[in-house]
């Protein structure tokens, strides 16, 4: 299985015009910036909640049918949102704590797709 892995590894990186240590090094770079852009999506959906809840608390006496509906609609979009960002989440944590493994698991998704 490793014969085959290194094949595939070596056919994907002569594809991308470069070699398998270069992609393996730009792969491990890339790990932190891309928990690092995970984590502020974190935080933009966490303060859009705490926003929609707020916004919903202080007018939800006011609110007619026809607003009710387009604010259950929010509402049901931002927990979908965060449903797929709590299953991401170990994810970014494996990006920062264990950089081989998340590029690994990155060489792996692309060789499996082809």
């Known amino acids: ?61 006011e609110m007619g049918d026809n607003t009710l509906l387009v604010v259950w609609a929010i509402g049901a979009i931002l927990v979908i949102i965060s449903i797929v960002a709590f299953f991401s989440f170990p994810n970014s944590v494996t990006a920062i704590l264990n950089p081989d493994y998340w590029a690994l698991k990155q060489i792996l998704s692309a060789v499996k797709a082809k």
């Open 1 to 61: 299985m490793e014969k085959q892995a290194l094949d595939l590894l070596e056919n994907l990186s002569a594809k991308l015009g470069t070699t398998v240590d270069q992609m393996w090094a730009i792969l491990l770079k890339q790990a932190p910036i891309s928990a690092t852009i995970d984590f502020i999506q974190y935080a933009m959906i966490g303060i859009a909640v705490w926003v929609f809840a707020k916004m919903v608390k202080k007018y939800w006496g």
